[in-house]
C-alpha cells in the first residue's frame, strides 16, 4: 500500500540551541504539511536543549530526540542525524536551533 502523501523528516542537529531551541520548535509543529517527523539530535548539550527537545516530545509523538554520548564535529552530527530518520523518508528538512520555518515551507 502507498502513501498518499509523501514524509518529510525535519532535522535539528543542536550543540546548545537552548536559548532559540523552543522558537525553532515551535516553528515546525506549526506546519500546515502533517506528514512529517521531527528529529532532534542533541550533540552532548550542557544547556536546556535536552529538557526543551524532550518537553517537546512529550507532547508530539512526530518529536523524536537523540541525545549522543560524545560531542562531535558539526559535520559529523550532521552525518550521525541524518542516519537517524526515517527509512520511509522521501524528503528532508534541517532547520538549525537558531532558525524557524513559515507554516507552509513543507
Not at 35 to 51: G, H, L, P, Q, R
Request: glycine share 2%.
Amino acid at each position: 500500500m502507498s502513501r498518499s502523501k509523501a514524509l518529510v523528516s525535519v532535522v535539528t542537529p543542536v550543540y546548545n540551541g537552548g536559548a532559540y531551541l523552543q522558537e525553532c520548535i515551535d516553528s515546525v509543529l506549526r506546519q500546515t504539511y502533517d506528514n512529517f517527523e521531527y528529529v532532534i539530535v542533541d550533540n552532548k548539550s550542557t544547556d536546556d536543549t535536552a529538557m526543551l527537545a524532550e518537553q517537546a516530545a512529550a507532547l508530539d509523538a512526530r518529536v523524536r530526540v537523540i541525545r549522543c554520548d560524545e560531542h562531535v564535529g558539526i559535520i559529523e552530527n550532521w552525518n550521525r542525524s541524518l542516519q537517524r530518520i526515517s527509512n520511509d523518508s522521501d524528503y528532508v528538512k534541517f532547520v538549525h536551533a537558531d532558525d524557524w520555518l513559515f507554516t507552509d515551507c513543507l
